[in-house]
């Protein structure tokens, strides 16, 4: 599974007048809670940019609903490039699929500026448990339902539907 963090802004006017750029801070919103992965490159990405720039580029969390406040906040903006959204692909591409009427609409509201990197999933589970391969662990839950739980970043989130598909398939062999 790979999970890479976007950097994408809002989508331009046509017309829009041309300055030299950045004249001002860039503003980099991360739809995440500070402190996680997500933040933690997206403050490493702003530091290098800022340096390159000589410009300040604070760093926004704006988090919720499954990041689509911080996304929506971005697209709100005014579309001059002084406003980027850092995100995993979640506020991307999947919450389209979760909420009938999103509050934007990503093909046509962003644009991808880049994509910075990519963050492996990991199933990781207690030694004591007796399972040694995921086979046998998707057998051992399914055979007791309300004994095994999971945490994830949220609903919608990349790992969250993982999950949910490996509960919907046989257990690998």
């Known amino acids: ?47 290098h940019v800022a340096a390159k720039f000589g410009q300040q580029i604070p760093v926004d969390n704006i988090s919720g609903a499954a990041q689509q406040i911080g996304t929506n906040a971005v697209v709100r903006a005014p579309a001059d490039g002084y406003t980027v959204l850092f995100a995993p692909p979640t506020p991307i591409t999947i919450a389209e699929h ?38 046998e662990f998707i057998a051992l839950a399914r055979a007791n339902p309300k004994k095994y739980f999971y945490g994830s970043p949220g609903q919608g989130h990349a790992f969250h539907l993982i999950t949910e598909f490996l509960r919907a398939k046989r257990a690998p062999r």
Do not use: H, W
């Open 1 to 47: 599974m790979l999970v890479g963090a976007l950097c994408v802004i809002a989508v331009a006017p046509s017309g829009a007048q041309k300055r030299k750029y950045p004249a001002r801070p860039i503003k980099l919103v991360v739809p995440t809670t500070p402190g996680g992965g997500v933040d933690a490159v997206a403050r490493l990405v702003a530091l």
């Open 98 to 135: 979760f909420e009938p009427k999103p509050p934007y609409d990503a093909r046509n509201d962003l644009v991808t500026a880049g994509m910075i990197g990519r963050n492996p999933g990991l199933i990781v589970i207690n030694a004591s448990i007796g399972a040694s391969t995921l086979g």
